[in-house]
């Protein structure tokens, strides 16, 4: 199978913990990669490979996996925080690619 | 700074064409691997195509949906990315976005801000 499948919304408290998951068969062999997507904008790389942030990505965000699932965490949520988040990496052929379902955070 | 700049969207009607562009700046386009991605209203991300650098190679593929409908192609001379979108279909309407794209890990990294593609009678 070709789908990564996330959690549709989760919300967390501010300056908690929060973990999304990404589950799919293509992450037994790639490493997923993170977006953030706030309304009306365009989606920014948060996280990607095995654990690694793009310049002015805070460090609250971090990445992890196992097996068929990888995860997104933001430690110490903030309110900006607030967005979609999807995750992606390539398809089990290795030359296309997939995105997530994508989750809706909401911080409380 | 990369810039990636989008335009050509707009509404067609089903079984048009229309084509859209992408002017890149701030990188050396021609060592880019680039993509398109499209977001159907209040839906999610979905990878439309790539085009390869034409030192890999510069070879394209395209997700299922689109194939043998849409084609991506390149002009290093313009740094310029190029989407011709035939047979247009409703499900097709949606922002589409061009981006930059990983060759090693399969991220995309640089997003333009999109532009709109409306397929309505």
């Known amino acids: 199978s070709s789908e990564l499948t996330q959690d549709p919304a989760v919300s967390v408290a501010l300056g908690q913990t929060v973990r999304i998951t990404c589950q799919g068969d293509?992450?037994?062999?790639?490493?997923a990669n993170w977006y953030q997507q706030k309304p009306g904008q365009a989606p920014v790389l948060v996280i990607y490979?095995?654990?690694n942030r793009p310049s002015g990505i805070p460090d609250r965000f971090s990445g992890s996996s196992s097996g068929n699932t990888a995860s997104l965490t933001i430690t110490g949520a903030q309110a900006e925080d607030e967005a979609d988040y999807y995750c992606?990496?390539?398809?089990?052929?290795?030359?296309?690619?997939?995105f997530g379902t994508g989750t809706k955070v909401t911080v409380l | 700074e990369v810039q990636l700049v989008e335009s050509g969207g707009g509404l067609v009607k089903p079984g048009g064409s229309l084509r859209v562009s992408c002017a890149a700046s701030?990188?050396?386009?021609?060592?880019?691997?680039m993509s398109w991605v499209r977001q159907a209203p209040g839906k999610g991300l979905e990878w439309v195509g790539r085009i390869k650098s034409k030192t890999d190679g510069g070879t394209t593929d395209y997700a299922a949906p689109v194939k043998g409908r849409f084609t991506i192609s390149r002009d290093d001379s313009k740094n310029t990315l190029y989407l011709q979108m035939n047979s247009l279909k409703t499900e097709d309407t949606a922002v589409y976005y061009c981006t930059t794209t990983s060759s090693w890990y399969g991220y995309f990294d640089y997003w333009g801000q999109g532009t709109l593609v409306t397929v309505s009678s």
């Open positions: 293509s992450l037994r062999s790639y490493y």
């Open positions: 992606n990496s390539r398809d089990s052929s290795g030359n296309h690619y997939v």
């Open positions: 701030g990188f050396t386009f021609s060592n880019a691997w």
């Open positions: 490979g095995k654990n």
